[in-house]
């Protein structure tokens, strides 16, 4: 299955890239955070494929009872799991908190609790389909892969110990700004997991 996933910057590039069928044969969409809702908008209408996408910390808290602001025709799959052309994802959004009042930003201890509450849904996948996760999408970097040492974009602890837990194939994450790219490898493994920084758009070959 290919995919596209984007994170944290618009680029006018993929306009021209999606309206001239750059993308024709990519059959889902990942929005790894920090997106604009119409960007997402356009290429989930463009591509017409289903899409999942999880918050960043520049997003709106997502309260379906008091701010259902969404990108339409996208499923916000923070703290959830999904089935889609039988590969199973899940995502985590938000990044560690480096503000007080941030939105979408937790504490490391925080951001465990969270992770704990995707337990019950791996668990039932394991039973169900004899694994957990094929594909994980967050917003932030595992601790120490892809992370910096500022107080902004270092990456959750709860995103290590997940990846241990659920044991998916590969992991999409945005946050982390690579820019010198001739000397950043946007790609590592932890375990048997491939981990990549999508910023600001990838399209990726996933199997099973």
């Not at 339409?72 to 908190?97: C, Q, V, W, Y």
């Not at 509450?117 to 967050?138: E, F, H, K, V, W």
């Not at 194939?169 to 997991?193: Q, S």
Request: charged share 20%; hydrophobic share 35%; proline share 7%.
């Amino acid at each position: 299955m290919k995919i596209l996933a984007v994170s944290d910057q618009a680029l006018d590039r993929i306009y021209t890239l999606s309206a001239s069928g750059h993308f024709r044969d990519v059959e889902l969409l990942l929005g790894c955070g920090d997106m604009p809702f119409e960007y997402l908008e356009y290429l989930v209408t463009m591509l017409n494929v289903p899409m999942f996408y999880v918050p960043g910390n520049h997003d709106p808290r997502h309260d379906p009872r008091q701010n259902p602001l969404r990108p339409e025709g996208g499923i916000n799959l923070d703290l959830e799991t999904a089935r889609h052309n039988k590969f199973l994802i899940g995502g985590f959004g938000g990044s560690i908190r480096y503000r007080p009042d941030g939105i979408n930003q937790y504490s490391q201890t925080d951001a465990y609790y969270r992770a704990m509450l995707m337990l019950p849904r791996l668990l039932l996948n394991r039973l169900q389909y004899g694994r957990a996760l094929d594909i994980l999408i967050s917003h932030s970097p595992p601790f120490g892969i892809h992370d910096d040492s500022d107080p902004a974009h270092q990456g959750l602890k709860a995103l290590n110990w997940l990846i241990r837990i659920a044991k998916p194939r590969y992991h999409f994450h945005g946050h982390t700004h690579v820019y010198k790219r001739n000397l950043e490898n946007v790609e590592a493994n932890f375990g048997l997991t491939k981990i990549i920084n999508v910023y600001p758009y990838k399209t990726i070959e996933v199997s099973h």
